[in-house]
C-alpha cells in the first residue's frame, strides 16, 4: 500500500494512476483493487473493470464488494458494465429469475435479508423462505436491483406458493411505491404488478409483515418465475 499511497501523492487522478502507475499484471491489479476499495472510492470502477477482464474467480469476493459499493454509490451503469465483466448473463431487467444458481447477494443478483427465525432454501428452479414462527414481526425478504428508463412504465411477474399462512398472508412484493400482496396458496399462483419507474434505480423487494390480529406465520413461502418487462403502451 504505501507505494499506492506514493502513486496518489503524485497525482489525484485515479485514470492516470492507473494508466501509468499500476502494471498490467493480475497481482498488482489485485492489490490495488483492495487497496482503493479501502482508500480510494472513486478509483473502484476502473480498477474493477481491469481486473475483471483476467477472469480469475479467485478475484469474485472484491469485484463483487466493488459491484455493491458502485450501486449505494448510485453508479449503476458502472456497476451493469462490472457485473457484465464478472460473466452474469444479462437475460432481462431481472437477474436470475428463475433460481438456476443460488443467490449470490451482490450485486444485480437476489440480495437474501439474514432474518433471526427465517431460513432461505434455495432449490432448483426456485426459492423458498421458512418461517419459524419466531421472527420479527416486520422484515425484508429479499431484495433485487434493476436498472429503468426513469418515466416509462413496468410490469413485474411472478409465481408463488405457500404452505401455513392465513388470509391475508402479510408477503408482499414493493416496486416503487406499488405493493402486491401473495394471496395463501399450496399451488402455484401466478401474479403481477404494473408501476411507473421514478429513478433509474430501483430496488424490488419481497417484505413480511405481521396482519394485525394474526399469529407470527410459520411456515415457508416459495417464489420462481420472477420478471421484469417495459411495458408498452396501449394504441
Given at each position: ?27 498488482v491489479l489485485a492489490a490495488y483493487l ?108 429479499l431484495r433485487h436491483f434493476v436498472v ?88
Amino acid at each position: 500500500s504505501l507505494a499506492f499511497d506514493l502513486c496518489w501523492r503524485v497525482t489525484q487522478n485515479a485514470e492516470e494512476v492507473l494508466a501509468q502507475a499500476i502494471p498490467d499484471r493480475h497481482d498488482v491489479l489485485a492489490a490495488y483493487l483492495y487497496y482503493v476499495l479501502d482508500r480510494r472510492h472513486e478509483a473502484v470502477s476502473a480498477a474493477a473493470l481491469k481486473l475483471a477482464a483476467w477472469h480469475d474467480r479467485s478475484d469474485s469476493p472484491e469485484l463483487e464488494t466493488a459491484c455493491d459499493l458502485l450501486i449505494d454509490a448510485g453508479k449503476f451503469a458502472e456497476a451493469r458494465d462490472l457485473w457484465r465483466q464478472m460473466g452474469h448473463a444479462q437475460t432481462g431487467l431481472i437477474n436470475n429469475g428463475d433460481f438456476a444458481t443460488a443467490p449470490s447477494g451482490h450485486g444485480f443478483d437476489w440480495h437474501p435479508s439474514p432474518t433471526a427465525g427465517v431460513t432461505n432454501v434455495p432449490l432448483p428452479g426456485s426459492y423458498r423462505i421458512r418461517f419459524s414462527g419466531k421472527q420479527s414481526e416486520s422484515s425484508e425478504l429479499l431484495r433485487h436491483f434493476v436498472v429503468l428508463d426513469p418515466g416509462k412504465t413496468y410490469s413485474f411477474h411472478w409465481e408463488a406458493r405457500t404452505q401455513g399462512f392465513g388470509s391475508p398472508s402479510g408477503i408482499e412484493w414493493n416496486a416503487e411505491l406499488t405493493h402486491a400482496a401473495l394471496e395463501p396458496a399450496q399451488d402455484w399462483r401466478a401474479g403481477s404488478i404494473d408501476f411507473k419507474a421514478e429513478a433509474a434505480l430501483l430496488p424490488i423487494t419481497l417484505v413480511y409483515h405481521r396482519p394485525t390480529g394474526q399469529a407470527r406465520a410459520e411456515g415457508s413461502v416459495e417464489i420462481r418465475a420472477v420478471s421484469l418487462v417495459e411495458k408498452q403502451p396501449s394504441r
